[in-house]
């Protein structure tokens, strides 16, 4: 990558927080990309909230990040949906999302032949019936969306199930391949991009994870750069196909790399 960064993409678990308390220094660097007139957007994988309920947590955590600059999923199936002119879908997500997506881009819900069939980490929504009834709509001719399909995440109790496992069922049992929407999907960064009219050659993707953020968004044409926050594992960088252009330490030494960088890039 030999253009100046313009634009920057955050990932927020393991990035601007962790545990629910913010990364110190995170504030700070969120404040003084803002002021020195960066595009940006904050980016997570969740498919179990809303951008609404992510603002007011992050609120919570003295993060103030207002919802239009988060970027979801959900908020990207939304945009595919409306773009698309999909007018009908059935939901196999938590209402919350469910209902953030809908309102966002007009499908309607519980119809008999959804043109749409959307999946995310549902919770204990996900059940026998519900997942043989998306079955039914995806044989009767619906497609298949999957906010993300990462395989598990990190509960209260341990490793908990996520999505993947029950798209990828789908997909077994139907023959028919889902449109990821989530990162690292092309789609997810792609829209993510659009929402602030930046460009891929010019933008950089800031993760604490090497394969999802820093992979997809290398792949996609970006710039990657990895902290040593959140889920970040030495052996993992080690042997990930694709490595990141630049580690920090945390999100706290972002400003500070970018405006090097740009000094370099601009002479």
């Not at 919770?123 to 598990?152: C, P, V, W």
């Not at 209260?156 to 199930?161: A, V």
């Not at 929407?181 to 090497?210: C, N, Q, R, W, Y």
Request: proline residues 3%; negative net charge; aromatic residues 8%.
């Amino acid at each position: 990558m030999n253009r100046a960064i313009e634009a920057v993409l955050i990932d927020l678990d393991g990035v601007m927080y962790i545990g629910g308390t913010a990364v110190t220094g995170a504030q700070d660097a969120f404040h003084s990309l803002k002021e020195q007139g960066y595009r940006f957007r904050f980016v997570s994988n969740t498919t179990r909230k809303s951008r609404a309920t992510i603002a007011r947590q992050l609120e919570e955590m003295g993060l103030g990040i207002q919802e239009s600059h988060i970027f979801t999923p959900a908020f990207a199936t939304a945009v595919y949906l409306s773009a698309e002119q999909v007018q009908s879908a059935f939901f196999l997500t938590t209402t919350e999302v469910a209902d953030e997506i809908i309102a966002a881009s007009g499908v309607i819900p519980n119809v008999p032949n959804p043109e749409m069939v959307v999946v995310g980490d549902a919770g204990d929504r996900l059940s026998y019936d519900q997942m043989n009834t998306a079955f039914h709509h995806l044989l009767s001719g619906a497609e298949l969306i999957a906010l993300a399909k990462d395989r598990y995440w990190m509960g209260t109790d341990g490793m908990m199930l996520s999505a993947g496992p029950f798209v990828t069922a789908l997909e077994y049992a139907t023959g028919k391949k889902a449109l990821v929407m989530g990162k690292p999907s092309e789609a997810f960064f792609g829209l993510a991009l659009a929402s602030m009219h930046a460009e891929p050659e010019t933008t950089a993707m800031i993760g604490d994870d090497v394969i999802t953020d820093i992979g997809g968004a290398i792949s996609c044409g970006l710039y990657g750069i990895l902290v040593k926050t959140g889920k970040y594992s030495g052996e993992a960088l080690t042997q990930a196909a694709i490595q990141p252009n630049a580690i920090l330490n945390s999100i706290a030494d972002l400003p500070r790399f970018i405006e090097s960088w740009n000094q370099v890039k601009t002479r």
